[in-house]
Protein backbone atom coordinates (compact mmCIF):
# COMPACT_ATOMS: atom_id res chain seq x y z
CA UNK A 1 0.00 0.00 0.00
CA UNK A 2 1.42 3.13 -0.94
CA UNK A 3 1.74 6.30 1.46
CA UNK A 4 -1.38 8.29 0.00
CA UNK A 5 -3.51 5.48 0.23
CA UNK A 6 -2.68 4.74 3.90
CA UNK A 7 -3.06 8.07 4.84
CA UNK A 8 -6.22 8.27 2.73
CA UNK A 9 -7.26 5.08 4.90
CA UNK A 10 -6.65 5.92 7.98
CA UNK A 11 -8.53 9.47 7.38
CA UNK A 12 -11.35 7.78 6.35
CA UNK A 13 -11.16 5.44 9.72
CA UNK A 14 -10.65 8.57 11.72
CA UNK A 15 -13.86 10.52 9.94
CA UNK A 16 -16.01 7.15 10.64
CA UNK A 17 -18.61 7.83 13.64
CA UNK A 18 -17.80 5.45 16.68
CA UNK A 19 -19.98 2.74 17.31
CA UNK A 20 -22.81 2.78 19.02
CA UNK A 21 -23.20 2.35 22.87
CA UNK A 22 -25.92 0.64 24.41
CA UNK A 23 -27.25 3.06 27.47
CA UNK A 24 -27.34 1.55 30.62
CA UNK A 25 -30.59 1.64 32.61
CA UNK A 26 -30.23 3.94 35.70
CA UNK A 27 -30.04 1.91 39.09
CA UNK A 28 -33.03 1.20 41.00
CA UNK A 29 -33.05 3.26 44.15
CA UNK A 30 -33.32 1.61 47.34
CA UNK A 31 -35.54 3.01 50.46
CA UNK A 32 -34.46 1.74 54.03
CA UNK A 33 -37.79 0.97 56.20
CA UNK A 34 -36.97 0.74 59.69
CA UNK A 35 -39.66 -0.17 62.26
CA UNK A 36 -40.19 -0.75 65.97
CA UNK A 37 -42.32 -3.63 66.12
CA UNK A 38 -42.63 -6.98 64.05
CA UNK A 39 -43.61 -7.07 60.53
CA UNK A 40 -46.92 -9.05 61.58
CA UNK A 41 -48.35 -6.25 63.35
CA UNK A 42 -47.49 -3.33 60.78
CA UNK A 43 -49.03 -4.93 57.69
CA UNK A 44 -52.07 -2.24 57.55
CA UNK A 45 -49.05 0.56 57.77
CA UNK A 46 -46.87 -1.28 55.14
CA UNK A 47 -49.47 -1.71 52.95
CA UNK A 48 -50.33 2.04 53.20
CA UNK A 49 -46.43 3.13 52.61
CA UNK A 50 -46.47 1.34 49.31
CA UNK A 51 -50.19 2.89 48.05
CA UNK A 52 -48.62 6.33 49.43
CA UNK A 53 -45.13 5.58 46.87
CA UNK A 54 -47.60 4.76 44.07
CA UNK A 55 -49.28 8.01 43.94
CA UNK A 56 -45.75 9.44 43.22
CA UNK A 57 -44.80 7.26 40.36
CA UNK A 58 -42.82 4.60 42.32
CA UNK A 59 -43.89 0.75 42.57
CA UNK A 60 -41.85 -1.51 44.92
CA UNK A 61 -40.05 -4.06 42.65
CA UNK A 62 -40.57 -2.02 39.90
CA UNK A 63 -38.64 1.37 39.62
CA UNK A 64 -38.16 0.84 43.54
CA UNK A 65 -36.68 -1.83 46.16
CA UNK A 66 -37.12 -1.43 49.41
CA UNK A 67 -35.08 -3.29 52.50
CA UNK A 68 -37.17 -3.18 55.44
CA UNK A 69 -35.33 -4.28 59.18
CA UNK A 70 -37.61 -4.74 62.28
CA UNK A 71 -36.27 -4.01 65.50
CA UNK A 72 -39.14 -6.75 66.91
CA UNK A 73 -40.06 -4.14 70.05
CA UNK A 74 -36.44 -4.15 70.84
CA UNK A 75 -35.13 -0.69 70.95
CA UNK A 76 -31.13 -1.91 71.44
CA UNK A 77 -31.50 -3.26 68.42
CA UNK A 78 -32.50 -0.02 66.52
CA UNK A 79 -28.15 1.80 65.77
CA UNK A 80 -27.20 -1.80 64.24
CA UNK A 81 -30.13 -1.86 62.12
CA UNK A 82 -30.31 1.79 61.07
CA UNK A 83 -26.25 1.52 60.48
CA UNK A 84 -26.83 -1.76 57.95
CA UNK A 85 -29.22 0.38 55.97
CA UNK A 86 -27.03 3.48 55.53
CA UNK A 87 -23.96 1.15 54.67
CA UNK A 88 -26.19 -0.36 51.93
CA UNK A 89 -26.43 3.00 50.63
CA UNK A 90 -30.20 3.54 50.16
CA UNK A 91 -31.54 6.61 48.63
CA UNK A 92 -34.31 7.57 51.70
CA UNK A 93 -34.32 6.02 55.13
CA UNK A 94 -38.26 5.72 56.63
CA UNK A 95 -38.64 5.15 60.47
CA UNK A 96 -41.09 4.57 61.64
CA UNK A 97 -42.71 3.12 65.13
CA UNK A 98 -41.64 5.93 67.76
CA UNK A 99 -38.85 8.94 68.03
CA UNK A 100 -36.54 6.17 69.15
CA UNK A 101 -36.06 4.73 65.67
CA UNK A 102 -36.38 7.96 63.90
CA UNK A 103 -33.47 9.26 65.92
CA UNK A 104 -31.49 6.26 65.68
CA UNK A 105 -32.15 6.69 61.94
CA UNK A 106 -30.81 10.49 62.27
CA UNK A 107 -27.52 8.99 64.31
CA UNK A 108 -26.13 7.37 61.87
CA UNK A 109 -26.32 9.33 58.87
CA UNK A 110 -26.12 13.04 58.57
CA UNK A 111 -26.61 13.05 54.41
CA UNK A 112 -29.43 10.36 53.83
CA UNK A 113 -32.56 11.85 53.48
CA UNK A 114 -34.87 10.44 56.65
CA UNK A 115 -38.57 10.55 56.48
CA UNK A 116 -40.06 9.67 59.99
CA UNK A 117 -43.79 8.56 61.43
CA UNK A 118 -44.23 9.78 65.28
CA UNK A 119 -46.52 10.22 67.70
CA UNK A 120 -44.48 12.69 69.54
CA UNK A 121 -43.03 16.28 69.48
CA UNK A 122 -40.14 15.85 66.76
CA UNK A 123 -38.76 19.28 67.63
CA UNK A 124 -38.78 18.53 71.23
CA UNK A 125 -37.16 15.12 70.22
CA UNK A 126 -34.26 16.86 68.31
CA UNK A 127 -35.66 15.50 64.97
CA UNK A 128 -36.44 19.07 63.10
CA UNK A 129 -35.62 22.52 63.68
CA UNK A 130 -38.99 23.23 63.28
CA UNK A 131 -42.43 21.70 62.24
CA UNK A 132 -42.71 24.43 58.81
CA UNK A 133 -39.04 24.26 57.97
CA UNK A 134 -37.26 21.29 59.50
CA UNK A 135 -33.58 21.93 57.79
CA UNK A 136 -31.11 19.60 57.22
CA UNK A 137 -32.34 15.68 55.80
CA UNK A 138 -34.90 14.79 58.01
CA UNK A 139 -38.95 15.88 57.90
CA UNK A 140 -42.13 13.07 58.21
CA UNK A 141 -45.48 13.46 60.34
CA UNK A 142 -46.06 13.84 63.66
CA UNK A 143 -49.92 12.41 65.60
CA UNK A 144 -49.00 14.92 68.19
CA UNK A 145 -50.56 12.43 70.33
CA UNK A 146 -49.78 14.05 74.14
CA UNK A 147 -51.59 17.26 73.45
CA UNK A 148 -55.08 15.34 72.55
CA UNK A 149 -54.79 13.45 76.78
CA UNK A 150 -57.02 16.31 77.67
CA UNK A 151 -59.69 15.48 75.55
CA UNK A 152 -59.56 11.98 75.54
CA UNK A 153 -60.02 11.88 79.28
CA UNK A 154 -63.05 14.77 78.89
CA UNK A 155 -64.61 12.07 76.97
CA UNK A 156 -63.66 9.33 79.08
CA UNK A 157 -65.46 10.84 81.83
CA UNK A 158 -68.64 11.99 80.34
CA UNK A 159 -69.31 8.06 79.42
CA UNK A 160 -69.39 7.07 83.40
CA UNK A 161 -70.97 7.99 86.94
CA UNK A 162 -69.03 11.42 88.16
CA UNK A 163 -65.71 11.08 90.19
CA UNK A 164 -65.34 7.43 88.93
CA UNK A 165 -61.69 6.41 88.04
CA UNK A 166 -60.33 6.00 84.68
CA UNK A 167 -57.84 3.15 83.98
CA UNK A 168 -54.68 3.87 81.06
CA UNK A 169 -53.18 1.32 79.51
CA UNK A 170 -49.16 2.17 79.05
CA UNK A 171 -45.89 0.26 77.94
CA UNK A 172 -43.27 0.76 80.05
CA UNK A 173 -40.55 -0.43 78.16
CA UNK A 174 -41.45 2.72 75.43
CA UNK A 175 -38.76 5.16 74.88
CA UNK A 176 -41.57 7.75 75.16
CA UNK A 177 -42.93 6.16 78.73
CA UNK A 178 -41.82 8.97 80.59
CA UNK A 179 -42.64 12.22 78.58
CA UNK A 180 -45.90 10.38 77.50
CA UNK A 181 -46.54 9.16 81.77
CA UNK A 182 -45.62 13.47 82.40
CA UNK A 183 -48.23 14.75 80.05
CA UNK A 184 -50.73 11.85 81.27
CA UNK A 185 -50.38 13.46 84.66
CA UNK A 186 -50.44 17.16 83.77
CA UNK A 187 -54.39 16.50 81.67
CA UNK A 188 -55.64 14.69 84.48
CA UNK A 189 -54.54 17.35 86.99
CA UNK A 190 -55.96 19.83 84.83
CA UNK A 191 -59.32 18.62 84.63
CA UNK A 192 -59.29 16.96 87.77
CA UNK A 193 -59.30 13.43 86.72
CA UNK A 194 -58.52 10.29 89.15
CA UNK A 195 -56.16 7.76 86.71
CA UNK A 196 -55.17 4.40 87.55
CA UNK A 197 -51.72 3.44 84.99
CA UNK A 198 -51.65 -0.03 84.16
CA UNK A 199 -48.33 -0.44 82.97
CA UNK A 200 -48.48 -3.60 80.44
CA UNK A 201 -44.88 -4.49 78.13
CA UNK A 202 -46.13 -7.77 76.58
CA UNK A 203 -48.85 -9.01 75.28
CA UNK A 204 -49.62 -12.11 77.80
CA UNK A 205 -49.94 -9.07 80.54
CA UNK A 206 -52.95 -7.59 79.19
CA UNK A 207 -55.29 -10.08 80.90
CA UNK A 208 -53.86 -9.33 84.36
CA UNK A 209 -54.07 -5.50 83.48
CA UNK A 210 -57.76 -6.17 83.17
CA UNK A 211 -57.93 -8.15 86.60
CA UNK A 212 -56.33 -5.17 88.11
CA UNK A 213 -58.50 -2.48 86.45
CA UNK A 214 -61.91 -4.47 87.69
CA UNK A 215 -60.44 -4.84 91.07
CA UNK A 216 -59.65 -1.02 91.67
CA UNK A 217 -62.92 -0.58 90.35
CA UNK A 218 -62.07 1.55 87.29
CA UNK A 219 -64.88 2.27 84.56
CA UNK A 220 -63.81 2.93 81.68
CA UNK A 221 -59.81 2.80 79.83
CA UNK A 222 -58.33 5.01 77.76
CA UNK A 223 -55.17 3.27 75.64
CA UNK A 224 -52.00 5.37 75.14
CA UNK A 225 -50.68 5.26 71.52
CA UNK A 226 -48.18 2.31 71.66
CA UNK A 227 -47.28 0.01 68.88
CA UNK A 228 -48.16 -2.90 71.41
CA UNK A 229 -51.37 -1.92 71.76
CA UNK A 230 -52.14 -0.79 68.04
CA UNK A 231 -51.36 -4.31 67.15
CA UNK A 232 -53.45 -6.19 69.38
CA UNK A 233 -56.51 -4.18 69.18
CA UNK A 234 -59.03 -6.89 68.91
CA UNK A 235 -57.81 -9.18 72.12
CA UNK A 236 -58.19 -5.54 73.63
CA UNK A 237 -61.77 -5.08 72.17
CA UNK A 238 -62.55 -8.67 73.41
CA UNK A 239 -61.36 -7.95 77.34
CA UNK A 240 -63.44 -4.84 77.18
CA UNK A 241 -66.37 -6.47 76.30
CA UNK A 242 -65.80 -9.25 78.61
CA UNK A 243 -65.29 -7.05 81.74
CA UNK A 244 -68.02 -4.71 80.27
CA UNK A 245 -65.64 -1.43 80.23
CA UNK A 246 -65.96 1.59 77.24
CA UNK A 247 -62.23 1.83 75.82
CA UNK A 248 -61.29 5.05 74.10
CA UNK A 249 -58.19 4.12 71.68
CA UNK A 250 -56.87 6.45 69.73
CA UNK A 251 -56.28 5.12 66.11
CA UNK A 252 -58.46 3.69 63.99
CA UNK A 253 -56.33 2.54 61.18
CA UNK A 254 -52.65 3.38 60.13
CA UNK A 255 -53.57 3.89 56.87
CA UNK A 256 -53.13 7.97 57.01
CA UNK A 257 -50.38 7.70 58.61
CA UNK A 258 -48.54 5.07 56.14
CA UNK A 259 -49.72 6.76 53.38
CA UNK A 260 -48.47 10.09 54.37
CA UNK A 261 -44.95 8.35 54.63
CA UNK A 262 -45.16 6.67 51.48
CA UNK A 263 -46.12 9.92 49.41
CA UNK A 264 -43.32 12.00 51.50
CA UNK A 265 -40.86 9.50 50.99
CA UNK A 266 -41.59 9.20 46.53
CA UNK A 267 -41.31 13.08 46.64
CA UNK A 268 -37.94 13.00 48.15
CA UNK A 269 -36.79 10.38 45.49
CA UNK A 270 -38.51 12.49 43.01
CA UNK A 271 -35.42 15.29 44.01
CA UNK A 272 -37.46 17.39 46.94
CA UNK A 273 -35.46 17.53 50.13
CA UNK A 274 -36.46 17.01 53.10
CA UNK A 275 -35.88 20.91 54.22
CA UNK A 276 -38.21 22.09 52.22
CA UNK A 277 -41.50 19.63 53.43
CA UNK A 278 -43.09 20.67 56.26
CA UNK A 279 -43.86 17.87 59.22
CA UNK A 280 -47.10 17.12 58.70
CA UNK A 281 -49.49 17.34 61.81
CA UNK A 282 -53.24 16.51 61.83
CA UNK A 283 -55.81 19.05 60.56
CA UNK A 284 -58.69 17.23 62.13
CA UNK A 285 -59.02 15.14 65.41
CA UNK A 286 -62.35 13.06 64.71
CA UNK A 287 -64.53 11.23 67.20
CA UNK A 288 -65.84 7.98 66.52
CA UNK A 289 -68.50 6.28 68.65
CA UNK A 290 -69.28 2.74 67.91
CA UNK A 291 -73.08 2.41 69.15
CA UNK A 292 -72.85 -1.32 68.77
CA UNK A 293 -70.67 -1.60 71.52
CA UNK A 294 -72.01 0.49 73.94
CA UNK A 295 -75.44 -1.13 73.58
CA UNK A 296 -73.75 -4.94 73.99
CA UNK A 297 -72.06 -2.92 77.07
CA UNK A 298 -74.91 -2.06 78.56
CA UNK A 299 -73.70 1.63 78.12
CA UNK A 300 -75.93 4.84 77.24
CA UNK A 301 -73.78 7.52 75.52
CA UNK A 302 -74.91 10.87 76.60
CA UNK A 303 -76.40 12.85 73.56
CA UNK A 304 -73.93 15.63 74.33
CA UNK A 305 -71.42 13.28 73.09
CA UNK A 306 -73.33 11.87 70.25
CA UNK A 307 -74.08 15.48 68.46
CA UNK A 308 -70.17 15.62 68.71
CA UNK A 309 -69.11 12.73 67.27
CA UNK A 310 -67.87 12.69 63.80
CA UNK A 311 -68.94 8.96 63.14
CA UNK A 312 -71.60 7.03 64.79
CA UNK A 313 -71.12 2.95 64.30
CA UNK A 314 -74.26 1.29 64.61
Do not use: C
Amino acid sequence: MDRRRFLLTSLAGALSPPLAIEAQPAPIPTIGFLALPTRDTFGSLVEAFRLGLGDTGHVEGKDVTIEYRWADNDTARLPALAANLVQRRVAVLVAVGSLAVARAAKAATTTVPIVFGVAGDPVKAGLVASLNRPGGHTTGGTLFSAPLLTKRLEVARELIPRNSLIAVLMNPTSPDYAPDLAELRNAARTIGQSILVLDVATAGELSGAFDTLVRKHARALLVMTDVLFNSHRQELVALTMRHAIPMIHFLRDAVTAGGLIGAYTGRVLNGEKPADLPVVQPTKVELVINLKTAKALGLTIPPSLLARADQVIE
